[in-house]
């Protein structure tokens, strides 16, 4: 094994994927270890750990207990609602909740990950409402499109430099859930769903349906932001990054087979 830890990137989970697939992950293995200094490449990787893509790792073996390690962990301990005991800069939420106060629960959690996102990342003005609203409307499309809510999930981590989230559930993925509208029957692969479920007014209720604008919060909290965008679901991967990033601006590329839907966003001032 390798002594010195490796940054976990998002490329570094896209290699972790791809040996599965093709059969070299012993090999994969023997490179680590990986430190996650980012919660958006941990949490992809716990996802596709999730969903069987890959074998679970070894706690400390080819993932160090660095950065937000500690979160993962908790989240492998089964822990409904979470946040760091010391500082409340990190933490995570499930979409099942057993408790009759699941929705103020919820509720506390965006205020907290908006308090962060002000007080710890310093975000100016609407943009840590804007990102907590967009939090809440992508949990709640686990709930109306996933098909498998009680495997969803939303997380975020404040620091000094920059704020993230993410979401994630091992539903049907966006391509099967457009598929439910005739709309969009003809959408012939997972890289086009992405695109359409990320255009505004794109919904499985339909055009008229006055669904299907969960993303325009985060676009609007990204104006001006320096921010990095990541969608997954299927075997591809929708990114974007840059100064105000848009759609526009996204590149579409195939990716280790991930099950359900994977979104992570992170925006700095810088």
């Known amino acids: 094994m390798n002594a010195f830890p490796r ?5 570094a989970v896209d290699g972790l994927g791809f040996a599965a697939t ?3 992950f012993d090999a994969a293995e023997r490179s680590a270890p990986f430190e996650p200094g980012r919660l958006g490449p941990l949490l992809e990787l716990f996802d596709l750990v999730s969903g069987g893509q890959l074998p679970p790792p070894r706690r400390g073996r080819w993932v160090t207990d ?3 390690a500690s979160l993962i962990n908790a989240l492998q301990d089964d822990h409904e ?3 760091s005991p010391d500082d409340h800069r990190m933490g995570f939420i499930r979409s099942r909740r057993k408790q009759p106060d699941g929705d103020n629960r919820f509720t506390a959690f965006l205020m907290t990950a908006q308090r962060a996102a002000r007080e710890v990342t ?3 003005g609407t943009t840590p409402g804007q ?3 967009a939090m809440q409307e992508m949990e709640s499309n686990i ?3 996933s098909e498998a809510p009680a495997t969803g999930c939303v997380a975020f981590c404040a620091m000094p430099e920059i704020f993230e989230f993410a979401v994630l559930d091992q539903g049907i993925g966006v391509l099967q859930s457009l598929h439910r ?4 029957a003809a959408l012939s692969d997972h890289g086009k769903a992405l695109q359409a479920a990320l255009t505004d007014g794109t919904s499985r209720f339909g055009p008229s349906s006055n669904h299907g604008h969960g993303f325009r919060p985060m676009f609007l909290g990204l104006v001006n932001m320096r921010g990095s965008l990541r969608f997954r679901t299927g075997d591809y991967a929708l990114t974007m990054d840059g100064t105000s990033p848009t759609l526009a601006t996204a590149q579409l590329a195939q990716k280790p087979y991930l099950k359900g839907f994977f979104a992570s966003i992170s925006c700095s001032r810088y």
């Open 131 to 133: 990102l907590v609203a």
């Open 81 to 83: 609602t979470w946040l």
């Open 143 to 145: 709930h109306e499109h």
């Open 7 to 11: 940054s976990l990137t998002f490329s």
């Open 122 to 124: 310093s975000l100016p």
């Open 66 to 68: 660095a950065g937000p």
């Open 181 to 184: 509208c005739p709309t969009f």
């Open 22 to 24: 093709s059969g070299n």
